[in-house]
């Protein structure tokens, strides 16, 4: 994790001593046998290279140039991954029919770009899967809720995951949460995740690594890859 780590300029004095007193932030720790998950790499989620503002008429969900910031910095990560044929899994975020996610009630996702087909479903170019990366479909905020994830970890015998992708304080966020539940070694990649709220991606992270996981840079996770091999 970076020393001054993206939530550093939220924490009051008080914040400071409560998470010193109480413990908070050790380590966790990762195993031997990673799988790298890139949470919904995906053109509604990304967005367009540009600033969020100038891309949300388009893309009402796109975190704009900050996504693609992220994608390219995890794009040696990948590389690691299936250079040492360790596993890379993507989620997608795709809807059968219109509003039937358990997003509907919180945002607006009339559109016909959220349906299977369309190009916003579709993994954003500089990433795409390749063959022998897997790809598992979800329609919830957790890759583990109504998916095979767990049955494909277990089969694969992975002990750690390396979470990257988006957004933070949502699928990123509660895939991790579910992960750590389910007694795997979890680390968030921080330049690697995005979200389309600033608040809300420091707030997850730092959540996140206060009580449940590990945040590491794209450059410490990358030695971890290296270091294994």
Wanted: hydrophobic fraction near 40%.
């Amino acid at each position: 994790m970076s020393p001054n780590p993206v939530w550093d300029d939220l924490l009051t004095p008080t914040d400071r001593e409560v998470i010193r007193l109480g413990g908070y932030g050790k380590p966790r720790g990762l195993g031997e046998r990673p799988a790298l998950l890139i949470i919904d790499p995906q053109y509604n989620y990304a967005g367009a290279d540009k600033p969020i503002l100038e891309q949300i008429q388009e893309w009402p969900s796109g975190v704009g140039e900050s996504a693609w910031r992220a994608v390219e910095r995890l794009k040696p990560l990948i590389t690691a991954f299936r250079e040492r044929k360790r596993p890379v899994i993507y989620t997608r975020q795709v809807q059968k029919s219109i509003a039937f996610d358990g997003f509907a009630a919180k945002a607006v996702r009339s559109s016909p770009q959220y349906l299977e087909g369309s190009k916003g479903t579709s993994m954003v170019e500089p990433i795409a899967p390749q063959e022998g990366d897997r790809v598992i479909d979800k329609s919830y905020a957790s890759a583990f809720y109504g998916t095979p994830l767990l049955s494909v970890l277990i089969k694969l015998k992975v002990d750690t995951l390396l979470v990257a992708g988006g957004t933070t304080s949502g699928c990123v966020r509660a895939t991790c949460v579910d992960a750590i539940s389910r007694n795997f070694d979890v680390a968030v990649v921080e330049d690697c995740v995005y979200d389309r709220i600033s608040v809300s991606h420091k707030v997850a992270l730092l959540d996140l690594w206060m009580k449940y996981c590990d945040v590491l840079s794209d450059r410490d996770a990358l030695r971890y890859v290296q270091d294994l091999c």
